[in-house]
């Protein structure tokens, strides 16, 4: 609904309430009307009466006039006493209306969210600034409140136009951003069933499949991939992301056939390609040494086994509803890429939660690979992972052993400022 719209309907409500009180009073003054009318023709009546009384010799002559005062009298009497009436009952009238104006301007206000609505328009108004920050890179600058104020814009503009692919999409990618994996899977999906033909819309798709790693996702990202080769079988962007969603599923033979295709034009010290190769090496050995039919042998795995437990401190800040998200990152470099993570609806405490190389968030990358590991444990009002003031945590320190399997005791004992 745009301003003019808004300003029309509230005008009309306000006329509405107005009448509603002006009617009774308009209607009572008409029947006084009236009244004073009949009244009039009623004395007028009177007196044609004792006129021919008095020539049939039934009054006297001062009967008559003394009756024919009197009656005058009296509607003189009646007739100021209704002005009167009128004058008293106008001025609980105006301020009767003006009561129930402002009640009803108040009672608008705060079941149709005017603040919400006025923020609504102050993010519609900053989304160009807000674009351009977004485009020249500058991710790193954005504030809690530009990421609000850029997702509520463009959900506005969604709802005047729900059929625009890209505003989907890039609320999707957002989303992404954020770490709202299910919105922002929902929000491409409504892109993609718009345009279906929109090539990027199905490049997109199958990123957001893969961040889950969900084993139902990553096929449907496999399917949807081979779709795009089958159009462009030289694009290598979608070979390497074919060779990535088949080492996450342990397609051996998918994620060598894209791998190949792609490997040479890597650069030479790419993170990337190090981690399929070691993921394809893994899958490769694994299939000669088990045999069809077997479950893998547990034994010589590397993981972390975390009894999550909370202080005295925070155990009255706990939220009713969130989520409590558990992940390791390496304590020796820079690198914030979390090894393992395990998201999970907000559990009873203690919790016992185990990390290994089947919560790796890309293939090759795990706790195997890491020799320290920074140990976290946040409860979130929400599945965004990127902290945010107010949030419960824990965090401590391990010696990770290769092939081996530690537990150890975390507890969250700190609200992030």
Do not use: C
């Amino acid at each position: 609904m745009s301003w003019s719209e808004f300003y029309i309907v509230v005008s009309g409500l306000i006329t509405l309430v107005v009448l509603l009180i002006m009617f009774p009073w308009l209607r009572r003054a008409n029947h006084a009307k009236s009244d004073s009318l009949n009244n009039i023709q009623i004395v007028k009546q009177r007196l044609a009466e004792l006129e021919r009384e008095a020539r049939e010799g039934l009054i006297s002559e001062h009967d008559k006039r003394q009756a024919s005062d009197e009656l005058k009298l009296a509607l003189v009497d009646e007739t100021h006493f209704e002005h009167e009436r009128k004058g008293k009952a106008t001025i609980p009238v105006i301020i009767g209306a003006i009561l129930a104006l402002g009640a009803g301007i108040i009672v608008y206000a705060q079941v149709n969210h005017l603040s919400e609505v006025d923020r609504a328009q102050q993010a519609i108004s900053s989304l160009p600034a807000l674009s351009e920050k977004l485009s020249s890179g500058n991710m790193q600058d954005f504030t809690g409140d530009d990421v609000a104020n850029l997702a509520l814009a463009i959900r506005t503009r969604l709802r005047e136009a729900p059929e625009d692919d890209k505003g989907w999409m890039y609320l999707g990618r957002l989303q992404m951003s954020l770490g709202q994996d299910a919105q922002a899977l929902e929000a491409i999906q409504r892109a993609l069933a718009i345009d279906p033909q929109n090539r990027q819309n199905r490049i997109t798709y199958a990123q957001a499949l893969m961040v889950s790693g969900d084993e139902a996702q990553l096929k449907e990202a496999q399917r949807q991939l081979q779709l795009l080769l089958r159009a462009n079988p030289g694009n290598d962007n979608i070979a390497l992301m074919m060779a990535v969603a088949s080492a996450q599923l342990g397609d051996a033979k998918n994620t060598r056939q894209y791998f190949d295709q792609v490997k040479d034009k890597l650069p030479a010290d790419s993170e990337m390609a190090r981690r399929i190769t070691a993921r394809l090496d893994e899958l490769e050995q694994r299939a000669l040494t088990v045999p069809t039919g077997s479950t893998q042998d547990q034994a010589g795995e590397t993981g972390v086994t975390l009894t999550i437990n909370l202080s005295d401190a925070v155990v009255g800040q706990v939220p009713e509803q969130g989520y409590l998200i558990v992940f390791a990152q390496d304590a020796l470099s820079d690198n914030r890429m979390p090894a393992a993570v395990v998201k999970m609806p907000l559990p009873s405490f203690p919790v016992t939660v185990t990390l290994t190389g089947d919560n790796a968030m890309i293939p090759g990358y795990s706790l195997a690979q890491l020799q320290r590991a920074r140990l976290t444990a946040r409860i979130s009002v929400d599945e965004d992972v990127a902290p945010a003031p107010g949030e419960l945590q824990g965090q401590l320190t391990e010696e990770i052993g290769q092939g081996e399997m530690i537990s150890r005791e975390l507890i969250i004992d700190k609200e992030l400022m």
